[in-house]
């Protein structure tokens, strides 16, 4: 068993940087593939980025290479979402997930425990 405690959403300007953290707590958080999502109001969940339990391979929705960058931290069991010239487009709630499976994935419905959520607001 997994949890996850998303952080450091907020309101911020366009242009603006925002760091988002998620803290997971459980037993062999270093096996995990970690993945962040978002959901916008009235569009589905989407793939933002996630990294491999090794930390050697990401992958990252197409239109958000070069602004994010996800990254972890197995001593601290934290794992993170570095946005950077942020848009009004990337306002959503992001959440933070978790999976135990063999293969790195960018779907969804194949990660295993999800945090609460942490909103991300970008003004024009």
């Known amino acids: 068993q997994v949890q996850l405690v998303e952080s450091g959403g907020g309101l911020v300007q366009a242009g603006g940087s925002l760091r988002l953290s998620c803290a997971a707590s459980?037993?062999?958080?270093?096996?995990?593939?970690m993945g962040w999502f978002r959901q916008a109001p009235g569009k589905e969940r989407e793939f933002v980025a996630c990294?491999?339990?090794?930390?050697?391979?990401?992958y990252y929705k197409d239109s958000l290479k070069g602004r994010f960058t996800i990254s972890g931290d197995n001593a601290k069991n934290t794992v993170y979402l570095l946005m950077n010239r942020l848009k009004p487009e990337d306002t959503a709630v992001y959440y933070c997930?978790?999976?135990?499976?063999?293969?790195?994935?960018?779907?969804?419905?194949?990660?295993?425990?999800w945090g609460q959520g942490t909103q991300v607001t970008v003004s024009s």
């Open positions: 997930a978790a999976d135990d499976g063999a293969v790195v994935t960018t779907d969804a419905s194949r990660y295993d425990y």
């Open positions: 459980g037993r062999r958080f270093s096996r995990y593939t």
């Open positions: 990294i491999s339990s090794s930390g050697s391979t990401t």
